[in-house]
């Protein structure tokens, strides 16, 4: 089982619906959750980053982790078609020299 | 703020020779820096972590007589493709992870390298 699993996808939404993406993982250890997007050729931009379970918000951005399912979420409110990009999920703990584990990361396109 | 900065963006030049990559974090110091490649439609494959003043810990599969790093400074990282092949073209991705926020990583725009 790999350490995180996430729906390469593409995954189509018309403008303005919500969107859904999400990622689970395999160690329990995992204390450091993160959401990263990515556009074609740039490097990824950190979206949201949270610390233990529970929800985050920033803007149209939520986050969610569940420790107890092993499973956290990224909702995208009134979406647009500036949001299509690729979304990479990613977690660590503290004892990886700093190292984060990414998931393979979902296509996301916005239909206008 | 935490803007992490590459040079060059693109880059193209002949096999056999070397490309030096520069990763720097312009508005904060990084405990360690990363250095990812990435090939299209794919995800990002961890090469190497630096950390500064230190000899730089490859990941299995990576040769590092071929890309050498060197962190020299906390906001200064590079890397240096030696003796350049064709199959090493590839965008290659640098990170910084703040002192006062490891396990956070902030990217940099990546570098795009073409060898002939």
């Known amino acids: 089982q790999k350490e995180v699993e996430q729906d390469p996808g593409p995954l189509s939404v018309p403008e303005g619906a919500i969107v859904s993406l999400n990622c689970t993982y395999s160690n329990s250890a995992f204390q450091y959750f993160m959401w990263y997007r990515q556009y074609s050729r740039k490097g990824p931009e950190l979206l949201m980053y949270?610390?233990?379970?529970g929800n985050k918000e920033d803007g149209r951005f939520t986050a969610q982790v569940d420790k107890s399912s092993k499973y956290i979420s990224l909702f995208i409110r009134d979406s647009q078609p500036s949001d299509s990009a690729t979304y990479l999920c990613a977690m660590s703990d503290l004892n990886r020299d700093d190292k984060i584990i990414f998931g393979k990361g979902t296509r996301l396109h916005i239909l206008p | 703020g935490a803007v992490v900065s590459q040079h060059p963006s693109w880059v193209i030049c002949k096999s056999g020779t070397s490309v030096k990559i520069e990763c720097r974090s312009l508005d904060f110091q990084a405990t360690t820096m990363f250095w990812y490649r990435q090939f299209p439609k794919q995800s990002l494959m961890l090469m190497a972590t630096s950390n500064e003043g230190s000899k730089a810990t490859y990941e299995q599969g990576v040769e590092k007589d071929k890309f050498l790093i060197n962190h020299a400074s906390l906001t200064l990282s590079t890397l240096t493709v030696t003796s350049a092949h064709p199959e090493d073209s590839s965008f290659y991705i640098c990170?910084?992870?703040?002192?006062?926020?490891?396990?956070?990583?902030?990217f940099g725009p990546g570098t795009r390298l073409l060898v002939l």
């Open positions: 949270t610390y233990s379970s």
């Open positions: 990170s910084a992870s703040p002192l006062e926020r490891p396990v956070t990583q902030y």
